[in-house]
């Protein structure tokens, strides 16, 4: 097949380094996953390959330098994204995702979506009462959620964070586990914990929690409950039983918003028992104030490598027993649809 070549300019010297990365890694990165070859000058960058490639690190490239034209670092998960979007012929979308911050992190950084899932998840957050997030690990759902709840928090539009998920490890439960409450809780909240620090601080984090503003507590605490004005997430909620989910949903009060998040290809429940997450994505789908948001893994944030294993266990779907591709379960999300 014949080699197609371009050039692009830049219009900026600086461009060149915010664009290439330290010692050129984002343009080694887009030559690996795309297929080109890229030849750096400080006031061009040629690309060479087969012709739909070559366009491919084209709109890759172009659309890198408005972020560079706006002010904005470039870093290495931008250009993951990019490159994952031209594959998906969704490119055209990139820039959007820029344009909206959510919130500053406790470093001053702004934090933004950084896939159209994201968006897509973030989006229905904002419209409903109780949003399902599930897909595999590394496409942000832990993290997104506590940022918008303490965005909320900050706000004023609740009182206060409550964090829990179901005490089921590999086959251990609340139990069987060592220590004291906060001990047993506290390991499998680790992403919890680093969400809020980044976006709070570890010192802020610990006043809140001492005051009970935040709470972070197992999902059996949670029975018995009716949590008003509150921002509630419930994590690795693929671990959950019918009765418990049920019972999760049931808390919900006046002026509050419910996040659900799960990974159903990492279910750790007794063979025989279903997850509670795959029979609310049954149940659930078509009362208006629920939605469910399917993140896949184009949606992982993470090194190229991961989404290509998530596409390899992927491959093979298990189904039959509560355990199942999250690709292949549950009613596309009506914001999906929409966006149709």
């Given at each position: 097949m014949l080699e197609h070549s371009i050039d692009i300019q830049l219009k900026h010297p600086d461009d060149s380094f915010s664009l290439f990365g330290s010692n050129e890694r984002h343009l080694r990165?887009?030559?690996q996953e795309l297929g080109v070859v890229i030849h750096a000058r400080t006031e061009k960058v040629q690309v060479i390959g087969q012709e739909e490639h070559v366009e491919q690190a084209r709109l890759v490239i172009q659309s890198l330098l408005v972020l560079v034209s706006r002010g904005l670092?470039?870093?290495?998960?931008?250009?993951?994204?990019?490159?994952?979007?031209?594959?998906?012929?969704?490119?055209?979308?990139?820039?959007?995702?820029?344009?909206?911050?959510?919130?500053?992190d406790n470093y001053g950084k702004p934090i933004r979506v950084k896939t159209l899932g994201q968006k897509l998840y973030v989006d229905s957050v904002k419209r409903h009462d109780i949003v399902f997030g599930i897909g595999p690990a590394g496409t942000g759902k832990t993290f997104l959620a506590v940022t918008l709840a303490v965005t909320a928090l900050k706000r004023g539009q609740v009182k206060r964070i409550v964090l829990t998920r179901p005490a089921v490890e590999a086959g251990e439960s609340l139990g069987f586990l060592p220590g004291d409450l906060k001990e047993k809780v506290d390991p499998y909240l680790r992403p919890v914990y680093d969400a809020l620090y980044q976006i709070l601080g570890k010192e802020q984090t610990t006043r809140l929690m001492e005051r009970e503003i935040i709470e972070i507590a197992p999902l059996a605490y949670m029975r018995g409950r009716t949590l008003e004005d509150a921002f509630v997430i419930?994590?690795?909620?693929?671990?959950?039983?019918?009765?418990?989910?049920?019972?999760?949903?049931?808390?919900?009060?006046?002026?509050?918003?419910?996040?659900?998040?799960?990974?159903?290809s990492q279910i750790d429940l007794p063979r025989k028992v279903k997850s509670g997450l795959i029979d609310a994505t049954e149940k659930l789908s078509k009362i208006p104030q629920i939605d469910f948001m399917h993140f896949s893994a184009k949606d992982v944030v993470r090194h190229p490598v991961v989404a290509q294993i998530i596409n390899a266990y992927e491959q093979e779907a298990l189904a039959g027993d509560g355990r199942a591709s999250f690709e292949t379960i549950g009613e596309p999300s009506r914001s999906e649809e929409d966006e149709d």
């Open positions: 990165l887009m030559e670092v470039i870093n290495t998960p931008d250009v993951v994204t990019a490159i994952s979007m031209a594959k998906n012929d969704e490119i055209e979308k990139f820039v959007a995702l820029y344009e909206e911050e959510i919130i500053k419930l994590d690795e909620a693929q671990n959950t039983t019918i009765m418990q989910m049920k019972m999760f949903l049931t808390r919900l009060g006046f002026n509050s918003k419910m996040i659900v998040n799960g990974d159903i």
